[in-house]
Nanobody, 124 residues
C-alpha cells in the first residue's frame, strides 16, 4: 500500500517561509518522479514543482522562491517556500509518478499517488 503523508503547512505572513515535507511509504521511491501541486478554493489543481532523475522543474509562479529536494534514504521530498505571497495560499499536495520521465513533463495526468494535502495560508 503506497502512502504519501505531508506535513509542515500552516499560517504565515507575506514574505515569510515554510518548509513542507512528504514522507512516502510502501515501496522505494528513489526512481520516482516526486512533485508538489496546489489547489486554491474554486480553482483547479496546479503544478508547483517536481524532481526526478532529470533534475528539477518549477512553475513560473514559484521559480526563484521555492526549492524542491529529496532524501532518498528517508523516502522524503521537501518543498522549501520562501518569500511567500497571499496568492500562494492553497492546499498543497505531494504526488508521485513511478515512470522514468522528465520532471519537466510532470502534471496531474502523470500522478499515480497523491497525499492527503496540507493547508498553507499566507496573510497580507
Amino acid at each position: 500500500q503506497v502512502q504519501l503523508v505531508e506535513s509542515g503547512g500552516g499560517l504565515v505572513q507575506a514574505g515569510g517561509s515554510l518548509r513542507l515535507s512528504c514522507a512516502a511509504s510502501g515501496r522505494t521511491f528513489s526512481s520516482y518522479t516526486l512533485g508538489w501541486f496546489r489547489q486554491a478554493p474554486g480553482k483547479e489543481r496546479e503544478f508547483v514543482a517536481a524532481i526526478s532523475w532529470s533534475g528539477t522543474y518549477y512553475a513560473d509562479s514559484v521559480k526563484g522562491r521555492f526549492t524542491i529536494s529529496r532524501d532518498n534514504a528517508k523516502n522524503t521530498v521537501y518543498l522549501q517556500m520562501n518569500s511567500l505571497k497571499p496568492e500562494d495560499t492553497a492546499v498543497y499536495y505531494c504526488a508521485a509518478d513511478p515512470r522514468l520521465e522528465s520532471a519537466r513533463t510532470m502534471g496531474v495526468p502523470r500522478v499515480d499517488y497523491w497525499g492527503q494535502g496540507t493547508q498553507v495560508t499566507v496573510s497580507s
